[in-house]
């Protein structure tokens, strides 16, 4: 068992199409993160949320930490081929270790 | 720049062979980690270390040791490889500041035959 569920485990939309991921857990995180990974390498961090209700925007990303700091949610809108690669995200609990989600493997059809 | 180096891309290496895996941060890190990432497992911590000659067990410790003799280099060691080890394995490092944020290595894929 998973202690960060993240869904949906794969998607494929349409170039311009809007998509959101979701990551839940029923334990609460002191901070957590947002990371892509390209095939062959490693994860690479977009955004840290760290306070309850926490909303951070980079371009067309939209990050949302819940308020109760046990979820988070990645929003895309107008998706590019070139967002097609695997989202991660990363719990941190009170001992400064990290929980993984399992993935969502993004693919945006041109 | 941020800068997490890991000594092979990809290795192969038999059953039974002991396999050292490095990684090199330049950023004075306090922190060091080495995960494994499996289809559909997303990534595992393996070990942890939070100071020089420091280490704490992570997820899935067993059949695996770790070294940190010099704050920027952590040494992740598989004792006697088998082919359930066969798997992509990232170091990462962080700071101790509220953020915590983890960068990580390009990735070593290993392969136990």
């Known amino acids: 068992t998973q202690l960060l569920e993240q869904s949906p485990q794969f998607l494929s939309i349409q170039e311009g199409e809007n998509l959101t991921v979701y990551c839940n857990s029923s334990?609460?995180?002191?901070?957590l993160q947002w990371y892509r990974q390209e095939p062959g390498e490693g994860p690479v961090l977009l955004v840290t949320?760290?306070?309850?209700?926490e909303v951070k925007k980079l371009k067309r990303l939209t990050f949302q930490f819940g308020d109760a700091r046990k979820d988070s949610s990645l929003h895309i809108t107008a998706a590019q081929p070139g967002d097609t690669v695997l989202y991660l995200c990363?719990?941190?609990?009170?001992?400064?270790?990290?929980?993984f989600g399992s993935g969502t493997k993004l693919n945006v059809k041109p | 720049d941020v800068k997490v180096t890991q000594s092979s891309r990809y290795l192969v290496k038999r059953t039974g062979e002991k396999v050292f895996l490095e990684c090199v941060q330049d950023m004075d890190h306090e922190n060091m980690f080495w995960y494994r990432q499996d289809p559909g497992l997303g990534l595992r911590l393996i070990y942890f270390?939070?100071?020089?000659?420091?280490?704490e067990k992570g997820d899935i410790p067993e059949g695996y040791s770790v070294s940190r003799e010099k704050k920027e280099r952590f040494s992740l060691i598989l004792e006697s490889a088998s082919t359930n080890q066969t798997s992509m394995y990232l170091c990462?490092?962080?700071?101790?500041?509220?953020?915590?944020?983890?960068?990580f290595g390009p990735g070593t894929r290993l392969t136990v035959t």
């Open positions: 949320v760290v306070t309850g209700g």
């Open positions: 270390s939070y100071d020089v000659k420091m280490k």
């Open positions: 990462a490092s962080s700071d101790g500041t509220d953020a915590y944020e983890q960068y």
């Open positions: 990363a719990g941190r609990d009170n001992f400064n270790k990290f929980y």
């Open positions: 334990s609460v995180f002191s901070s």
